[in-house]
């Protein structure tokens, strides 16, 4: 692992949010840089809020965040169509194919490639499952479909949970291929929650939220 200094994409100033009884950020700031970024921390510490609250899939309670200059709170639609949140938890898509998935993100990013997408499908293993639902998947094979999208999707910021759980370890090495060289490109900044750094990726910084 090697740390790297790009140019920013997504700014965050003084950001605030908290569950019922329970501060998780105050008066964060952040600013993302073209690459890869880690959001690192233990259980608990507010990775996949982040993640979310980075996506604008859960609203930030005070505090202001920008892709490229447009603000998410005065130009939600400019900023959520420059961002790709891989949440490999969720089940807001069980009902959908492979294949509906993916139609669906390409009508919502203009820069989706199926070039990469047809690769990523290949190299993780996703053809026998194109036809069916996402809920008859196992956890692995369902996190695939997400990542293949995710890496597909040319959004400017991409943001990836736990990229490699449930990965066997073919799938594991492929990836990490994918993400090195996604982090050479210089228009997209990446994310990517975990609870360690994975010595084979150049970062261009670490956020840890502590154990």
């Avoid at 199926?114 to 290949?122: E, I, R």
Wanted: hydrophobic share 45%; proline share 3%.
């Amino acid at each position: 692992m090697s740390l790297v200094n790009n140019a920013s994409i997504l700014q965050v100033n003084d950001l605030h949010f908290s569950y019922p009884g329970r501060q998780l950020f105050t008066h964060f700031s952040a600013n993302f840089p073209s690459g890869m970024t880690l959001i690192r921390g233990g259980d608990g510490r507010g990775k996949s809020t982040l993640l979310r609250l980075l996506a604008g899939a859960l609203s930030v309670q005070s505090g202001q965040l920008h892709i490229n200059g447009f603000d998410l709170q005065t130009q939600p639609a400019n900023y959520t169509a420059q961002v790709f949140l891989a949440e490999p938890r969720s089940t807001a898509f069980d009902q959908l194919t492979a294949p509906d998935y993916f139609e669906l993100q390409r009508s919502s990013h203009a820069n989706f490639d199926d070039g990469v997408l047809t690769d990523m499908a290949k190299g993780l293993g996703l053809q026998e499952h194109l036809d069916k639902q996402l809920f008859m998947l196992s956890t692995g094979s369902k996190r695939k479909v997400f990542l293949a999208a995710a890496l597909a999707s040319g959004a400017a910021v991409t943001l990836i949970d736990e990229p490699f759980a449930a990965l066997d370890a073919s799938s594991i090495g492929f990836l990490l291929c994918w993400l090195k060289r996604a982090g050479t490109q210089n228009n997209r900044a990446w994310v990517i929650a975990d609870y360690l750094a994975h010595d084979e990726l150049v970062l261009a910084q670490i956020i840890d939220l502590g154990d």
